[in-house]
């Protein structure tokens, strides 16, 4: 992969560019392709946003949502944007199987592909490219290649808010460690130019469905498990839990935090029954590497206090196998 510098002479002139995002997309997946998107077209160029599935409805209220096409509900249509492409982004994933129904088409597309990430061990897929795990978040990568291209001065309220959610949501509302003073110098420049960050907090935050709230209670009741032997706690979904509550997409983003609250655990998982696998979510504190954890054992990766992964065993299978990991890693 080529450094992503090389790829400036192709955006010298207007071309068509597709941009995409991993499949269950998060703040910092959409926050970035939105971000890009804006800029990429104040520069002249057709830009065509793709999300591989649907949006969580706590994002939908960001700015170019309205133009971005679901590869799931509208595959004709962004499939003829890939093959009429000129370039092809590639944000926050760094395989293409992270895109999932995507995966194909992208390995067969033959247009140069250009990689933002952060996550460890990326595919050597992409003609150019940046993959940084020191970063928060691909949308302060997005900001940084802005920066690179000397737009600063373009940046103006719809690509600071794009790009603030993901720095926002992908440092835990700037908790997590991965939090630098490159982080609050961002986060700064976004504001000094009027951005309301109040506003985008409340909307990624603060706009629960009452099912929603519900649905939060039944989980830390019935579905939450701690081990304080093991300094451990999860959670799991059925799918029967999901329709109880009529989940939608994005509905359970954040459980797998709630138990890092526990004085003393250091290791938090969400397994979750989905209808083709069984997915997975690890969160950690201090010193436990869950981006190891989930290469290890379930298919999966990320980041060091951050990853996910998978299993092709049933819901209950996957959960007693976990309990029997748990007992001979024992987080510390």
Known sequence: MRPIQDAFPLLETPKKIFITTHHKPDGDAIGSMLGLYHYLVKKGHKVTPVSPCEIPDFLAWMPGVNVMLDYEAQQQESLAALKSADLIFCLDFNDYNRTKHLEQPLAEATQPKILLDHHLFPKPVWDYGTSLPEKSSTCEMVYDFINQCGD?????????????????????????????????????????????????????????????????????????????????????????????????????????????????????????????????????????????????????????????????????????????????????
């Not at 980041?303 to 209950?316: D, E, I, Q």
């Open 152 to 332: 600063n001065a373009l940046i103006d309220l719809d690509i600071a808010a794009c790009l603030y959610t993901g720095l926002m949501t992908d440092t835990g509302s700037f908790k997590f460690p991965i939090t630098s003073a490159a982080v609050h110098l961002m986060a700064a420049d976004l504001k000094s130019r009027g951005l309301d960050h109040t506003r985008i907090h409340e909307e990624v935050y603060d706009s629960w469905s009452e099912n929603r709230m519900r649905f939060l209670g039944y989980v830390l009741i019935e579905r939450m498990e701690v081990f304080k032997k093991y300094n451990s706690a999860l959670i799991t979904l059925s799918r029967k839990d999901m329709n109880m509550f009529n989940i939608q997409s994005g509905d359970s983003e954040g459980l797998v935090n709630y138990p890092l609250s526990i004085s003393g655990i250091k290791f938090a998982t969400l397994i979750t029954e989905r209808t083709d696998e069984v997915k997975m979510s690890f969160r950690s504190k201090g010193d436990f590497d869950v981006s190891s954890f989930a290469r290890n054992y379930f298919e999966g990766g990320g980041h060091f206090n951050a990853s996910g992964g998978r299993s092709k065993t049933s819901l209950t299978e996957t959960i007693v196998y976990f309990k029997k990991i748990l007992s001979d890693i024992h987080p510390k």
